[in-house]
């Protein structure tokens, strides 16, 4: 029995060998169904979702942004445009870039970018490219910020040339707004932020206009998490936006910058503000503020001619003596007292105290009395004072004007309902106080007095335009027909008329053109009994020629310094700056050439572009001097069979409209300048200016059509 035992274990033993390999077998063939199982349901159920899931982690539309639209002055000069700028990088992966196209043509690749931006050497470019490509590295970046006009040149080098899927060459662009003019009319222009959504001046106003529509393109995800544009047949083109063209004048605009600005310097004002605007139509040409900052100097940052409402002082009252006439029919003969007098509880003083005497109505209105004019509306309306404010709103100074630049100041006309009104309130109205305006709706009401009563509404913008079709065309808009009756403005165009040849606006008294105006000064703080210093606001507003007006113009000056307060003495200059600049250049008509005798006369000193130099020659008919069309020039006196000498001159910018960009950009670099391109085609447009002040390093923005 012993035997038999030991003779069956090793049969057992084997039989639990077997048993645990088929157990491993069973574990793998039910492993091996599971991942056949898994596989067939990848494929064939969850296949198509997967696979889009993959594509939205490595593939993606994303949008491609608009072109902003251009905003120019009335004779098509770029006040704001948008300029690309190029971020360059390189694809070094040897998928893109092949072996034997990197390594032949490195050395001359380095070359190239060190000729081009000196400040790297070209072995530091080749090091920094091997880097590279030994980590086959996707988004090298070679420049940030790269001009068009950089980044043409760019795709000429060695290996780039290929384009992207064979040189590795990935170009990136982007749009900066600027201002070629500076700060010229900035914050009128303004500006917009797309990111938050906030914006001011005209950029804010026809920001629906100028955005357009953005497009969309296929990216691909790269190393890094950089996202290159694929290009495919789904893609959609942005449609740029619409351009503004305004109705300022920047000759014009120009003038009155540096007029305020030099007035501010000079007087140490805290800020100021001027408007020009055409009286038929209310077109403003030019428009200027300034504040003065913290380290002395003057920005134009706040839009105080339409924002600021203020107490607008003496200039307010043309809109009382209109009041004045329109009710009592007592004409400008009448008499009234000047110098001092008591209202109630509160005395009135004229600037002179001891005053002029009994003076006419007009004569008061010229020295611009206070206490004349006051008690004239006082002696009118004091048993009816709603009346005097009814032939306010008549006029309509009681209501926003409703131009397009957004965060206009509301006007503030006190009514005899008002808790705050008191015996005083009817007087110290007359004069301008206890109530507010803004500098743009006090230039309105002079306007309508201009324009034979017609109130009209400020005009920004004149046209909005795609390329060269008018998309619409702003037409000029009537607020009211008639602001008071024909006898009424006659009776005040004498008397503004007057302020100039006898009253306080003799400062812009001329023998070429008739002016009409009315000063003021006005105290800013004279509810402050604890102040120390008085504070004033000096002001002058009228048109021009008063004769047929054809501008309109306000200046005012708020808290001027070195003694001088006044609104004839402070803001008069800036006044008759732009007046005389505006009568010479656009009113008074060109050069008469009767008389001339070319055979005797001398040539003359002359500078300017020399396809108008030509053109004057061949006019009078002097000799061809043979200049280059596309230069400025200075010619040098001599007869007319003297050789012409003509020098280039290099620190005035060249004229380069109608060129082809080649042609353009060389011209401008020999100049010592950097260029800036948008577009295809000739050059439309330059900005700076042709004729203006240029320096080497100084950019220049062409548009090209």
Same mark, same amino acid.
């Given at each position: 029995m012993e035997?038999?035992?030991?003779?069956?274990?090793?049969?057992?033993?084997? @039989?639990?060998?077997?048993?645990?390999?088929?157990?491993?077998? &069973?574990?793998?063939?039910?492993?091996?169904?599971?991942?056949?199982?898994?596989? @067939?349901?990848?494929?064939?159920?969850?296949?198509?979702?997967?696979?889009?899931?993959?594509?939205?982690?490595?593939?993606?539309?994303?949008?491609?942004? &608009?072109?902003?639209?251009?905003?120019y002055s009335a004779d098509h000069s770029v006040l704001a445009v948008s300029v690309p700028f190029f971020t360059l990088r390189m694809d070094l992966h040897p998928d893109v870039v092949c072996n034997d196209t990197f390594f032949r043509y490195l050395r001359p690749l380095c070359d190239s970018l060190h000729a081009m931006f000196p400040e790297k050497s070209s072995d530091h470019y080749r090091r920094l490219l091997q880097q590279a490509r030994r980590t086959k590295k996707r988004n090298l970046l070679l420049r940030k910020d790269a001009t068009y006009a950089e980044m043409s040149r760019i795709r000429k080098f060695p290996i780039l040339k290929k384009g992207q899927f064979r040189g590795g060459f990935v170009v990136e662009e982007k749009e900066k707004r600027v201002r070629p003019n500076g700060y010229l009319a900035a914050r009128t222009i303004g500006y917009y932020n797309t990111e938050s959504r906030y914006g001011v001046g005209l950029e804010s106003a026809y920001h629906e206009d100028l955005c357009g529509?953005?497009?969309?393109?296929?990216?691909?995800?790269?190393?890094?998490?950089?996202?290159?544009?694929?290009?495919?047949?789904?893609?959609?083109?942005?449609?740029?936006?619409?351009?503004?063209? @305004?109705?300022?004048?920047?000759?014009?605009?120009?003038?009155?910058?540096?007029?305020?600005?030099?007035?501010m310097e000079l007087n140490e004002a805290e800020h100021g503000c001027v408007v020009l605007m055409e009286v038929n139509t209310g077109k403003v040409v030019a428009i200027a503020n300034l504040r003065k900052e913290k380290d002395g100097s003057y920005t134009e940052s706040m839009n105080y001619a339409v924002g600021e409402a203020v107490e607008p002082g003496s200039t307010f009252k043309l809109a009382s003596a209109i009041a004045v006439l329109e009710e009592s029919r007592c004409g400008t003969a009448v008499k009234v007292p000047t110098g001092r007098m008591k209202f109630y509880n509160r005395?009135?003083?004229?600037?002179?105290?001891?005053?002029?005497?009994?003076?006419?109505?007009?004569?008061?209105?010229?020295?611009?009395?206070?206490?004349?004019?006051?008690?004239?509306?006082?002696?009118?309306?004091?048993?009816?004072?709603?009346?005097?404010?009814?032939?306010?709103?008549?006029?309509?100074?009681?209501?926003?004007?409703?131009?397009?630049?957004?965060?206009?100041?509301?006007?503030?006309?006190?009514?005899?309902?008002?808790?705050?009104?008191?015996?005083?309130?009817?007087?110290?109205?007359?004069?301008?106080?206890?109530?507010?305006? @803004?500098?743009?709706?006090?230039? &309105?009401?002079?306007?309508?007095v201009a324009n034979n009563g017609r109130l009209m509404k400020p005009l920004f913008v004149s046209e909005i335009r795609r390329g060269d079709d008018v998309v619409a065309r702003i037409e000029p808009q009537v607020l009211v027909e008639r602001i008071c009756g024909k006898e009424t403005l006659d009776d005040v165009r004498a008397m503004l008329e007057g302020v100039v040849e006898q009253g306080t606006g003799t400062c812009m008294k001329n023998s070429l053109y008739k002016v009409a105006a009315k000063t003021g000064t006005a105290q800013m703080n004279y509810g402050n009994r604890g102040s120390e210093k008085m504070t004033y606001r000096a002001s002058i507003v009228g048109y021009f020629p008063a004769d047929n007006p054809r501008y309109s113009c306000i200046v005012m000056i708020t808290n001027p310094q070195k003694n001088r307060v006044y609104g004839g003495a402070v803001a008069g200059p800036v006044f008759k700056d732009i007046a005389d600049k505006v009568y010479a250049t656009l009113m008074k008509g060109g050069l008469q050439t009767e008389g001339l005798q070319p055979e005797t006369t001398a040539t003359p000193v002359a500078s300017g572009y020399a396809a108008d130099i030509n053109a004057v020659y061949a006019q009078v008919g002097l000799p061809d001097p043979g200049l280059e069309p596309s230069t400025f020039v200075k010619v040098a006196a001599g007869g007319v069979n003297r050789p012409v000498e003509v020098r280039l001159m290099k620190d005035v910018m060249p004229e380069v409209r109608g060129l082809g960009m080649r042609d353009a950009v060389f011209l401008l670099e020999k100049y010592g300048l950097k260029v800036r391109v948008s577009g295809r085609g000739k050059v439309r447009s330059q900005q700076p200016a042709a004729g203006s002040a240029c320096a080497k390093g100084q950019t220049v923005v062409l548009e090209l059509v």
């Open positions: 035997k038999k035992n030991r003779n069956t274990e090793p049969s057992d033993n084997r @039989t639990g060998f077997w048993w645990k390999v088929y157990l491993v077998y &069973a574990l793998l063939l039910v492993f091996a169904i599971c991942i056949v199982v898994r596989m @067939t349901n990848v494929i064939f159920v969850e296949g198509s979702e997967l696979l889009e899931k993959s594509d939205r982690q490595s593939l993606r539309y994303e949008e491609t942004p &608009a072109v902003r639209g251009n905003i529509v953005n497009g969309k393109r296929l990216a691909q995800k790269v190393s890094n998490g950089v996202w290159r544009p694929v290009y495919n047949a789904d893609a959609v083109q942005a449609e740029n936006g619409k351009d503004l063209v @305004t109705t300022i004048d920047i000759r014009i605009q120009d003038v009155a910058e540096s007029a305020l600005q030099e007035c005395w009135m003083n004229d600037s002179h105290r001891e005053g002029w005497g009994e003076l006419s109505f007009q004569e008061a209105f010229e020295k611009s009395s206070n206490v004349g004019i006051s008690f004239l509306a006082n002696e009118v309306f004091h048993k009816k004072q709603d009346r005097f404010v009814e032939y306010l709103r008549k006029m309509r100074i009681d209501k926003p004007l409703g131009v397009e630049i957004e965060g206009e100041g509301m006007p503030y006309i006190k009514s005899p309902s008002d808790k705050t009104w008191s015996g005083v309130s009817l007087p110290w109205m007359s004069i301008g106080y206890e109530l507010r305006l @803004t500098p743009l709706q006090i230039l &309105a009401l002079y306007n309508a």
